[in-house]
């Protein structure tokens, strides 16, 4: 088996990929620009793992250097985390997020073809399927119209993979997660974006540690059980596991060539916003400051997944829930701010 390589491997899902990998016996390279991320996770994957990873710093958009890469490297799987993420961001820079997430997207197909990649594992979102009208959502729900230039662009990538891929020697995993959060147990990575935190679990420990003033809860009048909006949030080595399983699903030659599959990935239950504050409260022992405020456009009111796909044909249960959830992302804001 050649490498695995994971770009985006110094960012938030990517490092904690690189860690299951290395555990399951894979050898990986990382390539990685550090727009949005820091070198030093590298050490910190070292120390976990025992296992030093070599990060390319190499912007996808840079065809020839990222060639060079595929050149030096024999590359039997991708796994495609790097790109741009905010959403409110993309809507500001559009041209920015299409260049750099689809331009980069076409880049590395092309390489990955060129060099006869077996494998491709992409980091898509829940954000395909818009305001779903019913619940949980299946990889059957049809996609929605995008919302924002981000989600065009994981909607776009998706399409390029299954189009390009067909009738080649390649096959391909479309992994949609819903909401992300938590760190590894080491408590040694976690989440560390270099702009202000948008999301909600790292908003609230940033309030939880004093970095942030209060949080602001986007609504209370919405048709849920408490009035606020409800997300299926998915600990960040459950998402880890899956993608190992993934890859290991498409070792097994389960799909036959040029096939792409697409897999939720989320714990199939949704918590509401108040829910995980009180989930914050209880794991920190402390009182959250937090005020109701208006709701936040181009919210929707609850999404939630249905991974019965992943489990049957990857193998693939997530063990852990809220509480794991806000007990590894509060230890990593601690260590993060050494208290
Ligand atoms: C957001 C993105 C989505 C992306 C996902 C990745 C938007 C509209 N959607 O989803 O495309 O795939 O992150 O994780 O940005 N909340 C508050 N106060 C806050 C922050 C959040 O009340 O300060 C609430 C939100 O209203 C929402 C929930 O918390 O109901 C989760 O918000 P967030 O973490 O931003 O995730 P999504 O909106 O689901």
Not at 294 to 309: E, H, L, Q, S, V
Request: glycine share 8%; aromatic share 8%; charged share 25%.
């Amino acid at each position: 088996m050649g490498k695995v390589l994971v770009t985006g491997g110094c960012g938030y899902i990517g490092s904690h990929t690189l860690v299951d990998l290395i555990e399951n016996g894979y050898e990986c390279i990382s390539l990685d620009n550090y727009l949005n991320s820091d070198p030093s996770v590298l050490d910190q994957i070292k120390e976990i793992t025992g296992k030093e990873v070599h990060n390319y710093p190499v912007d996808l958009v840079d065809k020839e250097a990222l060639s060079k890469v595929f050149q030096e490297e024999e590359i039997e799987a991708i796994i495609h985390f790097a790109a741009l993420k905010a959403v409110g961001e993309s809507v500001e820079k559009p041209i920015v997020y299409y260049r750099n997430n689809i331009e980069g997207q076409i880049n590395l197909m092309e390489c990955a073809l060129q060099h006869n990649v077996s494998h491709f594992i992409f980091s898509s979102s829940c954000t395909v399927y818009g305001k779903a009208e019913t619940l949980p959502v299946t990889e059957e729900t049809p996609i929605a119209s995008a919302e924002s230039p981000y989600g065009y662009s994981k909607q776009v990538c998706e399409r390029i993979i299954v189009d390009s891929i067909h009738n080649k020697n390649m096959t391909a995993c479309l992994l949609r997660y819903f909401n992300p959060a938590g760190a590894h147990e080491s408590l040694k990575i976690g989440e560390s974006p270099i702009n202000p935190p948008q999301n909600l679990v790292p908003v609230i420990t940033e309030v939880g540690i004093g970095n942030r003033k209060e949080l602001k809860v986007f609504g209370d009048d919405y048709d849920t059980r408490d009035g606020s909006c409800i997300r299926d949030y998915i600990h960040v080595m459950d998402l880890a596991d899956a993608h190992t399983k993934a890859l290991k699903f498409l070792e097994s030659k389960q799909l036959v060539e040029g096939q792409a599959e697409v897999f939720n990935l989320g714990t199939g239950k949704g918590t509401t916003v108040l829910e995980a504050i009180n989930s914050w409260e209880e794991v920190s022992g402390d009182c959250l400051n937090y005020s109701i405020s208006n709701r936040r456009a181009g919210d929707i009111p609850a999404m939630f997944a249905d991974y019965t796909k992943a489990k049957e044909k990857l193998g693939w249960d997530p063990k852990r829930g809220i509480r794991e959830i806000m007990a590894t992302a509060w230890g990593w804001e601690k260590v993060r701010n050494k208290m």
